[in-house]
C-alpha cells in the first residue's frame, strides 16, 4: 500500500468552494478500484489548511487517479483557490497490512 499525505493550503474566501469541489473529488475517487481510502480533513486551529490522505493498492493506481475526469476537473476547479502550491508526502504503510484496508 502506497500512502500518500497531500498538504493544501486555500485562499481564505475559497474555503466552501475548495471543500465543496474536495468532496464531490474524494466521493468519485473511493470508487476507483486502486484507492483503498480518500480521506480529506481540514485543520481545526486554521480552516485554510487541508491535508488528503490517499491510500493506494498498486503503484500504478496514483498514476491512473490522475488520469480520471473526477480529478482533472477538481485539478482545473481547484487550482485557483490555492494560496500556495499543494506539498506531498509519500508513505509505505506499515499496518494495517493490505487486507486491512477493506
Known amino acids: 500500500m502506497l500512502v500518500v499525505h ?5 485562499k ?3 474555503v466552501d468552494a475548495f471543500r465543496a469541489a474536495t468532496v464531490e473529488n474524494a466521493r468519485n475517487s473511493i470508487q476507483e478500484p486502486g484507492i483503498a481510502r480518500f480521506d480529506f480533513v481540514q485543520q481545526k486551529d486554521d480552516p485554510t489548511r487541508f491535508v488528503l490522505v490517499e491510500a493506494y493498492r498498486t503503484a500504478d493506481a ?8 473526477h480529478y482533472l476537473r477538481w485539478r ?3 487550482a485557483d483557490m490555492m494560496a500556495e502550491p499543494r506539498s506531498s508526502i509519500w508513505y509505505e504503510s506499515v499496518f ?5 484496508w477493506g
Open 96 to 100: 494495517p497490512e493490505e487486507a486491512g
Open 76 to 78: 482545473d476547479t481547484v
Open 62 to 69: 496514483p498514476a491512473a487517479h490522475r488520469e480520471t475526469a
Open 6 to 10: 497531500v498538504f493544501i493550503r486555500v
Open 12 to 14: 481564505p474566501k475559497a
